[in-house]
């Protein structure tokens, strides 16, 4: 299936977001991350063992959530769109591990790492194959330029 439509950069990324809405998504990463590692350490402040990291991590999921729904892409190529659907999912699997951290109150069970780790995976996986959509269609489009000019 061939696709004719050339893209420009400005259309294959969408407009630049607030920078703000950025950052509420960085620092919500971060403390997903703060909340994942804390139990693992076995860290407590205090003298009672109350388990403070969860509340990181669950604020740091919805931070996560909230960033990921305020920055919608608005390009206008359908597998970046995907992409960037496939990176919201992500959030949303943060989410779910949260709730699961909150379900299971004495310990921290596996649906809470299962879903972590498919999060985490899906984030990996979208932060390389975004650019890559990216610049594969910008190389497309300059090639196909090329070609033009070159025949006439």
Request: glycine content about 6%; some cysteine.
């Amino acid at each position: 299936m061939s696709n004719d439509k050339f893209y420009t950069k400005e259309e294959l990324t969408g407009p630049a977001p607030a920078p703000w809405k950025g950052i509420l998504a960085t620092v919500g990463l971060l403390c997903i991350a703060c909340g994942a590692v804390l139990p693992i350490l076995n860290v407590t402040i205090g003298t009672g063992t109350v388990a403070w990291w969860k509340y990181v991590y669950a604020a740091g999921a919805l931070m996560f959530l909230a960033g990921k729904i305020l920055n919608p892409y608005k390009g206008s190529h359908p597998r970046i769109k995907r992409l960037w659907r496939i990176e919201s999912w992500s959030a949303i699997f943060f989410c779910v591990a949260a709730f699961f951290i909150f379900y299971y109150k004495e310990q921290m069970n596996r649906d809470v790492w299962a879903f972590t780790l498919a999060g985490a995976a899906l984030l990996i996986f979208t932060s390389l194959a975004i650019p890559a959509a990216v610049n594969k269609e910008l190389r497309r489009s300059q090639q196909s330029k090329n070609d033009k000019s070159k025949k006439q």
